[in-house]
């Protein structure tokens, strides 16, 4: 498969983009600083200067998804940022993406959501704008006519990945996920027709991450 990886130089998304592409698909890494091309490109992508909260679905964005047969949103504004970005790249990055996945016929879209995108206001005050931002971009992607999975994992750590998960669409719990298993389980999503239509969360657990997913 042709798959565009959006944020493709993130601490999650870098470690997918090599996975995807030991798996035999072609990657188009889309990321906003020229100086992360070079990376990008070293880790096997084809790589495109985008920066999805300043260009247009009518243009760069959309010129960046043409031609590809899955989209993967795996960027975001980060922990730094204020709730204008959470609003511009949290929820508008996806979404113009996912505006741009429908315009260009591009069948699948994979998003890296996040636990509690379900229930913003049930969770920490300081987390609200970014959960909210996240919850309404699933909610986009849910009502497109576009083959979605949504994937909520837990906390992330950069920590080594154990290639075990726990997936169901409510863990009930909260916790931490390694960036390699996350990076894992959107590589066997992708290939998983299971998953289509499937919002579930992820976090470290028991279970290997393709029995994982074939249980939901
Ligand atoms: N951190 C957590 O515990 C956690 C938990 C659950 C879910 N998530 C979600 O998981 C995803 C990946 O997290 P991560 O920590 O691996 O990400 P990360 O390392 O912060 O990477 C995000 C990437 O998005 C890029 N980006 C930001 N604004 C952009 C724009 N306007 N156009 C194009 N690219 C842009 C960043 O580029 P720059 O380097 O240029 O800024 C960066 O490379 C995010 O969607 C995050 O919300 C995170």
Redesign the pocket.
């Known amino acids: 498969m042709k798959v565009l990886v959006?944020?493709a130089?993130?601490?999650?998304?870098r470690r997918l983009v090599r996975a995807l592409v030991k798996n035999g698909h072609e990657v188009r890494g889309?990321?906003?600083?020229e100086g992360?091309l070079p990376d990008v490109e070293a880790d096997g992508a084809e790589a495109v200067l985008?920066?999805?909260?300043a260009e247009e679905v009518d243009g760069a964005v959309g010129e960046a998804v043409a031609g590809c047969d899955a989209v993967v949103f795996?960027?975001?504004?980060?922990?730094g940022s204020g709730a204008a970005r959470k609003e511009t790249?949290?929820y508008g990055?996806a979404a113009k993406l996912v505006e741009a996945a429908e315009k260009k016929g591009v069948g699948r879209y994979l998003m890296?959501s996040?636990?509690g995108a379900d229930d913003p206001e049930g969770r920490d005050e300081a987390m609200r704008p970014y959960l909210r931002a996240?919850g309404r971009a699933d909610e986009k992607l849910r009502e497109s006519g576009l083959e979605w999975t949504i994937i909520r994992?837990g906390?992330?750590t950069d920590g080594e990945g154990a290639g075990r998960i726990d997936a169901a669409e409510s863990l009930g719990r909260y916790g931490e996920i390694p960036?390699e298993d996350v990076a894992a389980a959107f590589a066997v999503a992708l290939e998983s027709p299971n998953t289509v239509g499937k919002t579930f969360e992820i976090l470290s657990g028991e279970t290997p991450v393709r029995e994982a997913l074939e249980g939901l």
């Open positions: 959006a944020g130089h993130g601490n999650t998304a889309l990321v906003r600083k992360q985008v920066d999805l909260e795996a960027a975001g504004a980060g922990a790249m949290d990055g890296l996040s636990m996240k994992p906390r992330l960036r």
